[in-house]
């Protein structure tokens, strides 16, 4: 049956140190225990093994018994005392021979006698079992002083005495000397101890245990409070009346209650048992320990009040011990976890139904919330000062769209303000802290280990220049010699090899510490070196980047532009033109948009524009730079520039008045095919043609809803017919419109197009006006050169600042324009409708609810109304959906005096606040 703990280290110690001579006999020992543990030995072979091992050892050969289990018991005590008997015996026959050598030389005639070993003595070194189970004769043994059996010098330490594998001799109080001179580190003198077995290499041992934060590592120490916890509890478990037999010599216990206690503590430790398992085992057994049932208190235990009282007073002080300690605080970590809270903080819940508002800044904790408290060493006094009530949160700070609360300290004013040159000028703050910390722990580093080096470096010149052997002087370094900041310096110049290098570091600093030393000089000097270099880019980065950072308008307003072309935007304008109209206070203003934000009408003054529904107009003009905005559009579209220039040519350039190609002067003109009186096929219709208008170029047809101009591109081809064109002589041409209105009703893509178009024209003309010289000139081709991709953000908001200061925001938004009225070109060429929708406009027809359903069988998408005025400088745009009637007049006076009103309080001063017209 296995023995008390205590009993077996002390038999074990015993066996080791009386072997410290023979260390090999130790290690048999070990080994035959082991394999009889495997059950790779018989329990006859053990013994037979033990007996041989311990042939002159009474005393341990008895001892033995107590490792082997209850079945074995008496077959192992019947061997073991036999052999035993013997060792005895041959003891006595020793001493006897060794009285008789005595007498036989007498005093004065040879050597001294021989002091034979008492029973259970170690032998001396060069004893050895003889074949026949004798002893060969020593010379005089070694004296042994009391069981530690301390080894006494062979000669005075002042005498110089020559190692194993030296070549000089050394004095030991000379080394004394050479140990005491060391400041950062011990050293010693003593046997290396051999690798055991499987014992992990350095590489292993970097990935077992990882980095250590302290070199050499610091041994964890128990705390008082814990210390005193486990000496309450032995003296629980030494009280008669829980372990009654305790102090009865003639009964022996295999398990006592303490040892039980132990065992309880190890299988929480190793995650076995979880807290409520702990209590509820430790509870039975501090109230029923683990008696027999035998004794004066044994039946009635339970029912003793002072034991359950001192029970509960135990319990309350391991709940006081497991707070902050080992795997308890990890337990109620996952434990918070797995709640309803989990890992979030508080902020991120709404806490509106499970918390109260204390103040205006501080709510109070959920009565289920998991709260972190300090460990049982902090004072009573600093435990009151805590704060575990409540917690810091702005009241009313709902989150749009969520049922959470948010905290005005998660607002960051300078990441929302950032931009591309802050972004340059924190990656270099970033870049110039990281070298400089760098080079900052690699210097702490390095302070810490040079005079470890030289000390290192010391010992081992003397070792050399004494004659000593590689590897008899051993040198370990003081306790938190290295912190956290320099294993991580020196683990970082090694790479992935790092965490091995520390490993090396902590087994042998003798040899790796002046190694790693001069390792973090040659990064010491690397470093500064490319801190130089460096800084020269940093000087340069910070010097371009400066003003554009400080540039904060630029940015808010640029941004402030981009929204105001946003499809929504746009779709929203049209669409509650009414509402914009009727209430200005909802028209979504800003300084950087004020001029080229549209007008809001609830109808138009002006009969001849037939405008009585809500609407938006921008100002359009031929003096704008149309040239300059069809160039960057043709170099948005790339490749697909044959899109674009079929959309120019096809309906832009008339629907302006511009001509349909910039590159030649020389206008083009269409031949005309057909001749009046002729009966053609149009996209429109069928009709007869009545005569041919010179300036623009068209004809004027006939058809079966009335009279309307055709553009040649419009006729597919003739249809046979008998008239002539006195038939078709005499049309009243009252049914047309003027020359300069044109009215289209169009798709959304459409609507779109000519917004940002107007929008780009306007933005364009603004930067012509306010650069002066040839800047203009150049932004144009620094806008070219970003839209191909040639600069990025930065370089091409660096060209325009340094081209101009004035409106930097006007002309570095203009890219986004430009691409964004691309994508909706792109869009309208991708509907095939706008040729057809543009021939119907251009009938010049007064009826416009005619117009308006010719629109709409080419496609019901047709809900936008574009009308541009050449005589008003002006494109104005509604939106009348398909369940809407086209209004024709206005039928109430009252209204038009509202509608008067309305553009008078509307009416800005054009030429002042945004385009000087023709």
């Known amino acids: 049956a296995p023995v008390e703990f205590d009993h077996a280290i002390n038999y074990v110690t015993t066996i080791k140190k009386r072997f410290h001579a023979h260390p090999e006999i130790y290690r048999k020992f070990l080994e035959i225990l082991h394999t009889y543990q495997k059950e790779q030995r018989g329990i006859k072979e053990v013994l037979d093994e033990v007996s041989m091992l311990f042939a002159d050892h009474a005393d341990l050969l008895k001892e033995f018994t107590f490792f082997l289990p209850d079945a074995v018991q008496s077959q192992a005590k019947a061997q073991l005392d036999i052999a035993a008997a013997k060792a005895e015996e041959r003891a006595k026959q020793r001493v006897a021979q060794a009285k008789a050598v ?16 008492p029973p259970g003595a170690a032998p001396p070194a060069n004893f050895a079992p003889s074949p026949a189970g004798g002893m060969i004769l020593p010379p005089p043994p070694v004296a042994n002083v009391g069981s530690a059996q301390k080894r006494m010098p062979s000669v005075p330490s002042n005498i110089p005495r020559t190692p194993f594998g030296a070549t000089k001799a050394r004095s030991e109080d000379r080394e004394n000397e050479i140990a005491a001179t060391a400041q950062h580190g011990k ?54 009346d829980i372990f009654p037999d305790l102090y009865n ?15 309880c503590i190890h299988l929480f430790g190793a995650g076995m048992l979880n807290k409520d398992e702990l209590i509820q085992l430790l509870r039975g057994l501090f109230i029923q320990g683990n008696a027999p049932k035998s004794g004066a208190n044994a039946t009635n235990i339970t029912g003793n009040s002072m034991i359950i009282q001192a029970s509960n007073v135990l319990l309350s002080e391991l709940e006081k011990v497991l707070i902050g300690r080992g795997p308890f605080t990890t337990q109620e970590k996952t434990k918070k976890f797995r709640a309803k809270y989990g890992s979030y903080s508080l902020r991120d819940y709404d806490l509106t139904e499970l918390s109260k508002s204390i103040t205006p800044s501080y709510w109070s904790y959920p009565n289920d919330y998991p709260i ?62 990281e070298v400089d910390m760098a080079i900052e722990r690699n210097e702490s580093a390095l302070r810490k280990l040079e005079p470890i080096a030289e000390e290192a470096t010391r010992l081992r010149e003397l070792e050399e220049k004494d004659g000593q052997p590689i590897g008899r002087l051993q040198y370990k370094l003081n306790l938190r010699s290295l912190n956290t900041i320099h294993i991580g310096s020196i683990a970082r110049i090694y790479g992935d090899s790092g965490d091995e290098v520390i490993q090396h570091l902590l087994r ?43 540039d904060v308008k630029c940015l808010l307003y640029k941004r402030e532009i981009e ?8 779709i929203e304008e049209c669409q509650e033109a009414k509402s914009f109209a009727t209430d200005p206070s909802k028209i979504q203003r800003h300084p950087a948009t004020d001029l080229i934000l549209p007008d809001f009408h609830l109808a138009n003054a002006d009969q001849q524009l037939a405008l009585y529904q809500p609407h ?5 003009s031929t003096m704008m730079p149309h040239k300059d905005a069809h160039d960057l559009l043709a170099a948005q579209f790339g490749g697909d520039r044959s899109k674009f220039s079929k959309l120019w040519s096809g309906f832009l350039a008339p629907w302006f008045g511009l001509p349909s190609s910039f590159e030649s002067n020389e206008s083009s003109k269409t031949a005309m095919k057909f001749s009046p009186g002729q009966k053609v096929r149009t996209t429109v219709g069928d009709g007869q043609i009545i005569s041919i208008v010179a300036d623009p170029q068209r004809y004027k047809v006939k058809f079966s809803f009335g009279v309307g101009y055709v553009h040649p591109d419009a006729i597919a081809h003739l249809l046979p017919s008998s008239s002539s064109a006195a038939d078709v002589a005499g049309v009243d041409d009252a049914q047309l419109m003027q020359d300069d209105t044109q009215i289209l009703f169009g798709t959304e893509n459409i609507y779109l197009s000519m917004r940002l178009y107007m929008r780009l024209a306007t933005m364009l003309y603004q930067a012509k ?17 970003f839209i191909t991709s040639k600069t990025d953000v930065k370089e091409f908001e660096s060209t325009i600042r340094g081209i101009t200061d004035k409106n930097v925001h006007n002309i570095v938004a203009i890219p986004a324009l430009v691409q964004s009225c691309g994508d909706s070109m792109a869009k309208v060429v991708e509907e095939d409708v706008i040729q057809n929708l543009y021939h119907c406009s251009q009938l010049k027809l007064k009826d416009l609810n005619q117009l308006r359903s010719l629109s709409v069988d080419v496609t019901e998408e047709a809900v936008y109304r574009l009308q541009i005025s050449t005589s008003a400088n002006r494109v104005f745009f509604s939106y009348i959906p398909a369940d809407v009637e086209l209004q024709l007049s206005s039928t109430v006076a009252s209204e038009k005096r509202t509608l008067e009103s309305v553009n008078d309080d509307m009416k800005v001063d054009d030429d002042t606040k945004r385009l000087k017209t023709e």
């Not at 003639?250 to 132990?262: A, G, M, Q, S, V």
């Not at 938006?616 to 359009?620: A, C, I, N, Q, Y």
Request: glycine letters at 4%; a positive charge.
């Open 508 to 550: 042998n600093p003798l040899v790796v510490v002046p190694i790693v030393c001069k390792r973090l000089q040659e990064k010491d000097a690397e470093w500064r070196k490319i801190k130089t270099e460096l800084a020269k880019e940093w000087k340069l980065a910070l010097s371009e980047n400066a003003k554009g950072s400080t």
């Open 102 to 117: 005595g007498k036989s030389t007498g005093p004065g005639t040879g050597p001294a006698p021989m002091m034979a070993s």
């Open 249 to 263: 010599p003639t009964i022996k216990r295999r398990h006592t209650p303490y040892e039980e206690f132990i065992k």
């Open 187 to 240: 050293v010693s003198f003593d046997p290396v101890r051999p690798p055991r077995r499987n014992e992990l290499n350095t590489a292993q041992a970097s990935q077992a245990f990882g980095r250590p934060k302290v070199v050499p590592a610091e041994p964890l120490q128990p705390m008082t409070t814990e210390i005193a916890f486990f000496k309450h509890v032995k003296a629980h478990f030494n009280r008669k």
């Open 372 to 433: 972190e408290m300090p460990g049982v060493d902090s004072d009573e006094s600093v435990l009151k000062l805590l704060n575990s009530e409540c917690f810091s949160m702005a009241k009313d700070w709902p989150e749009k769209g969520k049922n959470k609360l948010k905290s005005p300290e998660s607002y960051d004013g300078v990441k929302i303000r950032r931009n591309i040159y802050e972004e340059v000028l924190c990656r270099v703050e970033d870049e110039m802290y």
């Open 616 to 620: 938006l107009s921008v100002l359009v």
């Open 563 to 570: 929204k105001s072309f946003a499809t929504e935007r746009l």
């Open 769 to 785: 006006d306010a650069i002066e010289g040839d800047g203009y000139t150049k932004c144009m081709a620094a806008i070219v050169d």
